[in-house]
Every structure is written in C-alpha cells, then in structure tokens.
C-alpha cells in the first residue's frame, strides 16, 4: 500500500510539474493556456469549474480519477 502511495505521489508531481512549450501549440490545444469560455457550451468547457456542472468534463474526470486511486487501494 505504503508503494503504490509513494508511486502515485511520485506519478501526480512528474505530470503537474511537466513544462509545456507556450509557443509550441495554438492556443486550444495547449494544456497550459485557458481555454476559451465562449467557444464551448458550459456542460463540454474544461475550463468551467467541475462542481458547476455535474455534467461537466471536469466533473466526470476528478471522480474518474479519484475512483480510480480508491480501486487501486483497495485491490493493493
């Protein structure tokens, strides 16, 4: 368990801390610019407030991940 923990602490900063090129992209497919509010419906807009909009992308992602971080747990 102590393993899997430290592995998925380990996994959570590499990508948070992961640099993206700014210029490398156009602004919609650049993970780190906002996305445009006006360009979406809110209920498909990732950067709307995932507790807005049950929903929402945002919504289906953070229980998606945090169900899978309890199974991971769980079956360790």
Known sequence: ???HIVQLRFLTTAYRTTAYPATAYPTTANPMTAYPTTAYPSTAN???QFHHNSTSYNSKSYNNT???IIH???NS
Request: aromatic share 8%; net charge positive.
């Open 72 to 74: 991971l747990l769980k």
């Open 1 to 3: 368990l102590q393993q």
């Open 46 to 48: 990732p950067a709307t």
């Open 66 to 68: 945090i169900f899978s």
